[in-house]
């Protein structure tokens, strides 16, 4: 958890959140090279100034070496006419690997609901990093229901554009239909992005021509910022991310998963992945098998075939009888479906 200190005890970052607002920019008072300051009061009645480093400084080592240094100075001074120091948070909480694989994770959760249990299922319109928030336990909440429609079965569901750029499905910019597969290519949009650290953009011009993708290896889009994967299971939980990621951001909303179909792969036990991450390549994830096992023998295409599936993917929620959820994705994505 972040914590601020101060001469009178424990300070909780939530404090500062709530007293700025999310540091909302009506509390910014200055802006400079380094980075923003902005007026709070907090819970016991003082009126305090915070100073927040912006993102791209933070990340530099000498930018941070200059923050501390000025809030160790600040700590040995004391003088009516200089500014007091009440406190300083030099420290984030990262959001390691597997933080990250929750967050798509619960994403997902939330979408399978909408889409799935609500009747008539609800379609977000807007899901975009933005409307993706964090509590202090850094478990995701999709947030932001100002575009949110009912998927009406008997209409045609026209719509006027709606949602983030760099988020929104193409197939919006010559239909105006909305379905449910806009809301899953966001997602997938969101999926990258909280893997690569950054907005996919390239990634996903790169994908309208796959083979493009044959020297671009997925440990190279990863963010660079976490300690690099070690464990297995974290590893294994990426590549799974990955995948269904991609899968959700075909060209042909047919072809997309279901929320649901999602949501499952990422309770359901998977096999054992036996290449390195090093060695996967993009155009794996989309076009061929991993070499994964159900641990007594390597099986071909057990991962997802993407570029050989039948546009009916994803419709899993047609299978009902199913008693349980399937552990191959292969077997999901080849099953048959009356859409």
Known sequence: ??????????????????????????????????????KAQLPNGKVVALKKLHRRESEVPTFDRSFRNEAKMLTEIRHKNIVKLHGDDAEAVELDWMRRVNVIKNTAHALCYLHHDCIPPILHRDISSNNILLNSELEAFVSDFGNARLLDPDSSNHTTLAGTYGYIAPELAYTMVMTEKCDVYSFGVIALEVLMGRHPRELLTLLSKPYSLQNVMLSDVLDTRPSPPRSRNVIQSIVVAAMLALACLRAKPKSRPTMKYV????????????????????????SSDLGMENG?????????????????????????????????????FHGSSSN
């Not at 300070?11 to 090279?33: N, P, S």
């Not at 071909?300 to 994705?329: F, Q």
Request: glycine share 8%; aromatic share 10%; proline share 3%.
């Open 1 to 38: 958890m972040f914590s601020i200190w101060n001469f009178d005890g424990r300070v909780a970052f939530e404090d500062i959140i709530a007293a700025t607002e999310d540091f909302d920019i009506r509390y910014c008072i200055g802006t400079g090279g380094y980075g923003s300051v902005y």
């Open 296 to 332: 007594r023998e390597p099986q071909p295409g057990i991962v997802l075939e993407l570029a050989k599936l039948n546009t009916d993917l994803g419709m899993e929620n047609e299978r009902e009888s199913h008693s349980e959820v399937s552990c191959h994705l292969d077997d999901e």
């Open 263 to 286: 949501s499952q792969q990422f309770v359901a036990r998977q096999k054992q992945l036996l290449k390195p991450i090093s060695t996967i390549s993009l155009l794996e994830l989309v």
